[in-house]
């Protein structure tokens, strides 16, 4: 096994101004990293954000009039690990199924202390592991007191992770649940909850509102194309409702007693499915940086239905895919490419 025990932010890596060393598929599926090495790194890198130490200018998104595709890029700064970097992230095939549609997406980071490129990666497990970390924390700090119950909705990358990073941030949940319609999905959700925690199982909801009604957490990381939609009148009193992908009706986001962001200029540029009958999504009480670091307030009462939206911030993938490449390049991984000569 690796050793993951955090390395320092700053920890040099090694190249030149001449190649770039490229960090496959293969190479980051080999590097074990625990969960919560990767809550620690995501939680930091909001931390540094908010302390002003670092840049999260926000996304360009560029989508044919026809839906087809969808293409991102991202441009960040680290200020405690001293890196830049550009992230892309291109989809294409949004009007097909899941099997026909073709996903891409890289991360390039420099040195901005020595002024060499580190790596550049591909950057799907990064995402992978970031998002469903983000939901954790947002269950940490959002979730009412003395919660036990969990639904995640959804079995796709982001759902297959997240039972795993809800039980590292909030160990004492009692009840896994789960809503999903794929069975290759939800076994590969169960797979990943007993790797990490092999005496946990979930439990497989077919009636989505009951479940929505026992539920203190719900996570919702759906395809486009679900027909879930847990509605806030199904919510229990004190329920946190976290949307990365689909499965809440917007009735649960206009609804709630508090919305919290990661980003409300990203919630306002991604969330538009939310909208009401106006186009119009209402403005969040708070975004999730300042809850984190403790200068905003989360919940203000036990019985408050929050809502809150968890859309990335290039930072929390500049942060991990650092932490990658100091784990891949201490152990030899990846390839060389003379691009610059």
Same mark, same amino acid.
């Given at each position: 096994?690796?050793?993951?025990? !955090?390395?320092?932010?700053?920890?040099?890596?090694?190249?030149?101004?001449?190649?770039?060393?490229?960090?496959?598929?293969?190479?980051?599926?080999?590097?074990?990293?625990?969960?919560?090495?990767?809550?620690?790194?995501?939680?930091?890198?909001?931390?540094?954000?908010?302390?002003?130490?670092?840049?999260?200018?926000?996304?360009?998104?560029?989508?044919?009039?026809?839906?087809?595709?969808?293409?991102?890029?991202?441009?960040?700064?680290?200020?405690?690990?001293?890196?830049?970097?550009?992230? $892309?992230?291109?989809?294409?095939?949004?009007?097909?199924?899941?099997?026909?549609?073709?996903?891409?997406?890289?991360? $390039?980071?420099?040195?901005?202390?020595?002024? #060499?490129?580190? /790596?550049?990666?591909?950057?799907?497990?990064?995402?992978?592991?970031?998002?469903?970390?983000?939901?954790?924390?947002?269950?940490?700090?959002?979730?009412?007191?003395? /919660?036990?119950?969990?639904?995640?909705?959804?079995?796709?990358?982001?759902?297959?992770?997240? #039972?795993?990073?809800?039980?590292?941030?909030?160990?004492?949940?009692?009840?896994?649940?789960?809503?999903?319609?794929?069975?290759?999905?939800? /076994?590969?959700?169960?797979?990943?909850?007993?790797?990490?925690?092999?005496?946990?199982?979930?439990?497989?909801? %077919?009636?989505?509102? *009951?479940? !929505?009604?026992?539920?203190?957490?719900?996570?919702?990381?759906?395809?486009?194309?679900?027909? !879930?939609?847990?509605?806030?009148?199904?919510?229990?009193?004190?329920? #946190?409702?976290? #949307?990365?992908?689909?499965?809440?009706?917007?009735?649960?986001?206009?609804? *709630?007693?508090?919305?919290?962001?990661?980003?409300?200029?990203?919630?306002?540029?991604?969330? %538009?499915?939310? /909208?009401?009958?106006?186009?119009?999504?209402?403005?969040?009480?708070?975004?999730?940086?300042?809850?984190?670091?403790?200068?905003?307030?989360?919940? %203000?009462?036990?019985?408050?239905?929050?809502?809150?939206?968890?859309?990335?911030?290039?930072?929390?993938?500049?942060?991990?895919?650092?932490?990658?490449?100091?784990?891949?390049?201490?152990?030899?991984?990846?390839?060389?490419?003379?691009?610059?000569?």
């Amino acid at each position: 096994m690796t050793d993951t025990s !955090a390395a320092p932010a700053s920890a040099a890596i090694s190249g030149d101004d001449k190649h770039l060393r490229i960090l496959s598929t293969t190479d980051l599926a080999g590097i074990d990293i625990s969960l919560a090495d990767v809550v620690a790194t995501v939680e930091g890198a909001y931390r540094t954000l908010q302390a002003g130490q670092s840049d999260n200018p926000r996304k360009l998104t560029v989508k044919p009039q026809d839906g087809h595709s969808v293409s991102y890029a991202m441009l960040g700064r680290d200020g405690s690990r001293e890196v830049v970097a550009i992230k $892309t992230s291109y989809k294409h095939g949004l009007d097909k199924g899941r099997e026909e549609q073709h996903y891409y997406t890289a991360l $390039t980071i420099y040195d901005d202390v020595t002024g #060499l490129p580190v /790596a550049m990666m591909d950057c799907s497990r990064i995402g992978s592991l970031r998002t469903p970390a983000v939901s954790a924390l947002l269950a940490r700090e959002l979730a009412a007191p003395g /919660a036990r119950s969990a639904l995640v909705i959804g079995t796709g990358t982001q759902g297959r992770l997240a #039972l795993p990073f809800l039980l590292t941030t909030l160990p004492d949940l009692d009840r896994l649940m789960l809503s999903g319609s794929h069975p290759e999905g939800i /076994a590969a959700v169960r797979e990943q909850l007993r790797t990490y925690f092999p005496d946990r199982d979930v439990e497989i909801v %077919t009636d989505l509102q *009951a479940a !929505a009604a026992d539920a203190d957490v719900i996570v919702a990381t759906a395809g486009g194309h679900t027909q !879930a939609a847990v509605e806030a009148s199904w919510l229990k009193p004190g329920a #946190l409702s976290i #949307l990365v992908g689909h499965g809440l009706a917007p009735s649960t986001l206009h609804e *709630a007693d508090r919305v919290i962001a990661t980003s409300e200029a990203q919630m306002n540029v991604t969330g %538009t499915d939310m /909208a009401d009958a106006e186009g119009k999504l209402p403005a969040v009480d708070s975004e999730f940086p300042p809850v984190l670091a403790g200068e905003s307030t989360g919940r %203000t009462g036990a019985a408050e239905r929050i809502f809150a939206y968890n859309s990335g911030l290039v930072v929390t993938d500049i942060a991990l895919g650092h932490r990658f490449a100091q784990l891949a390049l201490a152990q030899g991984l990846g390839t060389e490419v003379a691009l610059w000569q």
